[in-house]
């Protein structure tokens, strides 16, 4: 079982397939690019976007101390590996139990988690967590308290003896709009829903943004305020993120084996139980994908500019690049990736902050 | 950390969430509805729509000892557990190793896998594996011979020592179609093809079929000389097999936690990484969900039938039971399940076949 076991792989011919092969040379430039423009505390790296504990530590090498997690699990497992100088859980959680757990890692990292209602704060003092941040919600309909609550939420906190650090938002509805004038405009426009909530809650914290909008925030932190942006697909990067333009390269795929040839298709060993999938396909260069099952990828060869031709498919046995259109949940459904330059294989990182 | 020491847990408001839940009548219900017209060895579940042993073992109580997998790790698993009177591998595979860690586990299970191309017969052939199926192409475009291929095939197999038990065909294509007279029709010619293609093979397994034409096979067997059906979805269904009207129940939902509330909105704590979405979004009964995020769903009541009025958003702390559209990535999500009666949690069980 490869699990537990795995080969010594030199190449990338030799890896057992689905494999998720991450391309050191762009994920180094992408690390550099972007602690280039928020640099250190500037941006704290989301890190759901890998769920690894050892891609963060590369990121701490780039300056960032500090960290964002979505799941108390990720949260613990980043304490225990070391990397807990400032975690913020961005995302509510009313479970008493994890949220004792959360609390008892508390002498080994700082731990900071938002709260948008009077449960979410009462269920974090419960628990005794100690630092909060207040999440108010700038236009995506998901979590966040209204603005005008915010205040009230922060003297609540504060009564229940917890330190409120700022207020977050996440303008996630902004985070992806070709049409980059426009996208700059509601960015700032959000950012002024949260400047005003800020200045009600007190703190020094005031944290926002995405890949899809960081360099926004690095051109206008001055008049907006924000200080510190929660990127975190910039590391690896997707088919949906790369329509902005953004100075990132693409440092990850999916390696699959081709099982199955014929006349005009080929079947690789990649499929939905190895891809996230809400985004939709993903894709192959120079190669059109028909679609996946439970543990296939079904694609062909383009046809040549003029139609009358189309190159030979990929020979049974080969190995195919596979790039997700999401990455976040693609590297969720993954045990383990392999660093690779070009097709030499460096090493193997688990994929630990799996789960829940 | 709830993997490693669960609480326990007597209700589904003791869970910690996202949960996969799954109803113990409603799973008896299709276990027993399916066996009644495919008693025994005439229904080969798949495991990859579950990947737990103690399910499969369920369906080895109503009768059927023969299962179907679809990667390695799930056939050595099932040998493992006990499970492994005969194991069909309905996928190719190519991996030297994984292929020789397969035929280590002959002594304890009948192993049978797929071939569809001289590679893949002489990849078995290679590791020791001593039966193997023809995969014959029947309409879907992915893996399987082209139909005059397979006395080949079969021929080059018994040539390297292994016994070719017949054939098998996947005619996914015709799975979901509302039009069941149509879905009849097209089962029946796609079923004439491989019909020609065992009587050119020899042995006595002819295997094909799955959930959404279970019945065509029931009502037809004895002209088509189908020996087996590969269902899997029927035992937890999903909501893109129930547009069929097949007497299965839906028997999965995942339950997720009310985590913010708002004037038009309400979100859960289940998201991207917990259900499969190639299918498209999950349900709600009663509420319209709008979108999914990473770890998040966004939904809200439905208006009153003269659009005056909407019922109250569920509290922040309820709980929420969503349904997947599609089961089998979803299940791949998830350490565990639960198995329920209403509300009351009866017992966890470990979805223990994940990964490759």
């Known amino acids: 079982m490869t699990h537990h076991t795995p080969r010594p792989a030199r190449s990338i011919a030799d890896l057992a397939t689905p494999a998720v092969v991450v391309d050191i040379d762009a994920l180094e430039h992408n690390l550099a690019a972007m602690s280039e423009r928020l640099p250190g505390a500037l941006l704290r790296p989301h890190v759901k976007a890998h769920k690894s504990t050892a891609l963060a530590a590369l990121q701490r090498q780039h300056g960032h101390h500090h960290f964002t997690c979505a799941t108390v699990r990720e949260m613990i497992g980043m304490a225990k590996a070391g990397l807990g100088d400032d975690l913020l859980l961005a995302n509510e959680v009313l479970d008493a139990e994890r949220l004792a757990a ?87 426009a959000a950012m002024d829903v949260l400047r ?31 200080t510190e942006v ?26 699959g084996t081709v099982v199955s040839t014929h006349d005009k298709w080929a079947v690789a060993d990649v499929g939905l139980k190895s891809l996230g999938m809400d985004h939709g396909d993903p894709t192959i260069a120079d190669h059109k994908v028909w679609f996946c099952s439970d543990e296939h990828i079904t694609f062909a060869t383009e046809k040549s500019a003029d139609a009358t031709t189309r190159a030979p498919q990929p020979a049974v046995g080969s190995r195919v690049r596979i790039v997700p259109a999401h990455v976040d949940p693609t590297m969720a459904m993954h045990e383990h990736l392999w660093l690779v330059r070009g097709d030499e294989v460096l090493d193997r990182l688990p994929i630990d902050l799996r789960g829940w």
Chains 1, 2 share one sequence.
């Open 102 to 188: 959360l609390a008892a890692v508390q002498d080994r990292a700082m731990i900071t988690i938002a709260v948008d209602s009077d449960a979410t704060v009462d269920a974090a003092a419960r628990a005794g967590i100690q630092h909060v941040l207040i999440d108010v919600n700038i236009g995506l309909p998901r979590c966040g308290c209204a603005p005008h609550d915010t205040a009230r939420l922060a003297e609540r906190a504060r009564a229940k003896g917890m330190v409120v650090r700022g207020v977050m938002g996440y303008e996630g509805h902004l985070m992806v709009n070709e049409n980059r004038a426009t996208q700059r405009t509601d960015t700032l």
């Open 196 to 226: 005003a909530a800020a200045s009600e809650v007190g703190g020094d914290v005031m944290s926002a943004g995405g890949t899809g909008n960081y360099d926004v925030h690095a051109d206008h932190r001055a008049t907006t305020g924000v």
């Open 230 to 255: 929660q990127a975190g697909s910039y590391a690896l990067m997707d088919t949906y993120y790369s329509t902005l333009g953004l100075p990132f390269r693409q440092a990850l795929s999916i390696v």
